[in-house]
């Protein structure tokens, strides 16, 4: 197995919450990451649509395993999304990472995530804090 599926994998087996919403991870390699929920009646708010955490929670996890992924211990500093479509119960979130900069120190990260139908619902913008931390440090 390689290295960032290795990572994910560990990362997911202490993950509850990640659980919880049902990620699928569909891809991972280093600095890339694809996830996919489908979204359930208990995710709606009173507007009867998906609440925004949902769509956020999965691209903060897509962040996190796209960040990780290299095998150095990294956490986000500063996060933001902006959702551009509604979301219903029912419908398929696919969360797509894309890598902006990676230095010693920070990493920045696009997370586009889209509907089954391909449209984008929300856009995410992540940076991660790398520290100096190994996943397996005795390989």
Same mark, same amino acid.
């Given at each position: 197995? $390689?290295?960032?599926?290795?990572?994910?994998?560990?990362?997911?087996?202490? $993950? @509850?919450?990640?659980?919880?919403?049902?990620?699928?991870?569909?891809?991972? #390699?280093?600095? =890339?990451?694809?996830?996919?929920?489908?979204?359930?009646?208990?995710?709606?708010?009173?507007? %009867?649509?998906?609440?925004?955490?949902?769509?956020?929670?999965?691209?903060? #996890?897509?962040? @996190?395993? @796209? @960040?990780?992924? $290299?095998?150095?211990?990294?956490?986000?500093?500063?996060?933001?999304?902006?959702?551009?479509?509604?979301?219903?119960?029912?419908?398929?979130?696919?969360?797509? #990472?894309?890598? +902006?900069?990676?230095?010693?120190?920070?990493?920045?990260?696009?997370? #586009?995530?889209? %509907?089954?139908?391909?449209?984008? +619902?929300?856009?995410?913008?992540?940076?991660?804090?790398?520290? !100096?931390? !190994?996943? =397996?440090?005795?390989?």
């Amino acid at each position: 197995m $390689d290295l960032a599926k290795k990572v994910v994998e560990k990362m997911m087996n202490g $993950d @509850a919450f990640s659980h919880w919403l049902g990620i699928e991870v569909l891809e991972v #390699s280093e600095g =890339f990451c694809k996830l996919q929920i489908k979204v359930r009646d208990e995710m709606m708010n009173g507007f %009867n649509i998906a609440h925004g955490g949902i769509a956020y929670s999965l691209a903060d #996890s897509c962040l @996190a395993f @796209a @960040a990780n992924s $290299d095998g150095i211990q990294s956490l986000s500093i500063e996060t933001s999304i902006s959702h551009t479509k509604k979301v219903e119960s029912g419908d398929i979130l696919t969360a797509t #990472s894309k890598g +902006i900069n990676n230095s010693s120190k920070t990493a920045m990260y696009n997370i #586009s995530i889209t %509907n089954q139908h391909n449209i984008e +619902i929300a856009q995410f913008k992540g940076t991660v804090f790398r520290t !100096e931390k !190994e996943w =397996f440090p005795n390989k």
